[in-house]
């Protein structure tokens, strides 16, 4: 039976062959590798990634594309709300090759898990978040999102797009822009244009406290137009800081790397 597209799941079905192969030969899946997609919809990508790798784990919250989809032999499926779903648990149970519903407590032995997804878009920033919960467990991150989201995600000091988003992603991953998508490789299309982001947890990633880090970001960039010593200036004041930090700056000509030390200082006050 044809699926009729939800917009409160923020459908859009890839349709277009050579980008849905272009998507898959950037995500190079490997046979054997523990991989998850985030709503796979009609299983436009999902399709060609089962094959390459023998087996998939997917996340669906919708309940007539979740029945469809447990048909697949080679399919584990999650049916969820993406933000629910604990992805340092699902590493686990992964590794022991154990359904969603096994109870992985005797477990010790985990994998990391590569993430992909052509995501909801009225959800993005927030499933975004929730991984970097779980950034520990993951390899990497293949996704396709809104192109303003991906141009802010990446973008560099000093110029518009940087943001509270390109800071809270930059400082714990390495991240590349990888491919346009124009709204014709959709059905229905969406109103914005899309593309694709590949997302590496660094190495050795500087130690923090995320939460910290976050509220820190938030106040820089509530007014991101007036300098620092306002907004910041004064929320410094209140944590206490007696530490050196240039305030004549906008939010937005501050490197990742200052905003780190400053994180860190402050723990250390
Ligand atoms: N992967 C398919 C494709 O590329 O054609 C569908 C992509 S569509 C943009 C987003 C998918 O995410 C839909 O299948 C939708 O039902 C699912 N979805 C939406 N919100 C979700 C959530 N909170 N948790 C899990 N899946 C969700």
Not at 64 to 74: F, G, I, K, T, Y
Not at 138 to 143: C, S, V
Not at 196 to 217: C, E, F, Y
């Amino acid at each position: 039976m044809k699926h009729s597209a939800r917009k409160r799941f923020g459908q859009h079905f890839l349709t277009d062959d050579s980008i849905i192969d272009a998507i898959v030969r950037s995500i190079d899946p490997v046979a054997g590798q523990s991989m998850v997609e985030i709503g796979p919809g009609l299983a436009a990508l999902t399709q060609p990634l089962v094959e390459r790798l023998g087996h998939l784990t997917v996340i669906e919250i919708d309940r007539d594309l979740a029945v469809r989809l447990r048909e697949h032999p080679h399919l584990s499926v999650v049916e969820s709300d993406v933000l629910k779903v604990d992805f340092s648990d699902l590493s686990c149970r992964q590794a022991l090759g154990l359904s969603f519903s096994s109870d992985p407590s005797e477990s010790k032995s985990c994998k990391k898990l590569r993430v992909v997804g052509n995501l909801p878009y009225n959800i993005s920033t927030p499933i975004l978040f929730h991984l970097l919960d779980h950034v520990d467990v993951i390899l990497d991150q293949h996704f396709m999102l809104q192109k303003e989201v991906i141009d802010r995600m990446v973008a560099q000091p000093c110029t518009s797009d940087y943001s509270r988003l390109s800071v809270m992603l930059q400082w714990r991953y390495d991240m590349s822009n990888l491919l346009f998508v124009p709204p014709s490789s959709f059905d229905p299309p969406p109103r914005v244009d899309s593309a694709v982001v590949r997302m590496v947890p660094l190495a050795n990633p500087p130690q923090l406290d995320i939460k910290l880090m976050a509220k820190l970001v938030q106040v820089a960039f509530s007014q991101r137009r007036k300098i620092l010593r306002n907004s910041l200036g004064s929320w410094l004041d209140d944590q206490g800081f007696q530490g050196a930090f240039d305030l004549q700056r906008r939010a937005e000509e501050v490197p990742v790397s200052e905003y780190v030390h400053l994180v860190q200082s402050l723990s250390k006050d």
